[in-house]
């Protein structure tokens, strides 16, 4: 067969039909056979790719699963976490209603440390689980952890400074619990 007759194809067909006899391509049933040769390789070249993007969307959703499964696992006490500390806050504003003078009093001492030792084994069940006070005063403001509920003038300190913590803010691992409510200085008018 001679160039003139050749079929005008493609290089990847070309490279596919290297092994075929001369006389299948001569242009009669040989070439129909070529061609449906060809054909059936692209098809199985484009169904390897198909099956190449199956496994790698599988692999991804297994992958986004096991990302949630284990978020779930460790935040998943987080809205339970939100309603403890409420009782974390009035523990905390029990201990500090106390006079000192009842501190003292023998009577109401055993409760102050009954209180005391509730505080301190919430404070240990919160850091078992993760959960941590945010740090806040004396710091600049981080709106990332920090609320500002009031500005308050001050020559003392930087503005945008934490001067007041008027309710703590927590952490769960990485996550923001609460923030923390704060008051900051200002310059003074």
Known sequence: MNDDTKPQEDPAVAEELKGVPEEFLDGGEGAAQADELALLRDQVE??????????AE??????????????????????FARDILS????????????PAE??????????????????????????????????????PLDPN???????????????????????AGFMIKDRLLRPAMVAVAKKPE
């Open 46 to 55: 484009s169904a390897k790719q198909d099956v190449l993007y199956a496994k």
């Open 87 to 98: 009782v974390s806050d009035n523990l905390g504003r029990a201990l500090d209603s106390i």
């Open 102 to 139: 009842l501190r003292a009093d023998d009577k109401f001492k055993h409760l102050v440390a009954g209180i005391e030792a509730t505080v301190r084994e919430l404070d240990k069940v919160f850091g078992l689980h993760g959960i941590s006070r945010i740090a806040a005063m004396g710091l």
């Open 58 to 79: 599988t692999q991804n959703v297994r992958r986004r699963l096991e990302k949630d499964i284990a978020d779930a696992r460790t935040y998943a006490a987080t809205g």
């Open 145 to 167: 952890q920090h609320q500002a509920m009031l500005e308050v003038p001050s020559n003392d300190a930087e503005p945008g400074t934490v001067l007041q913590e008027l309710q």
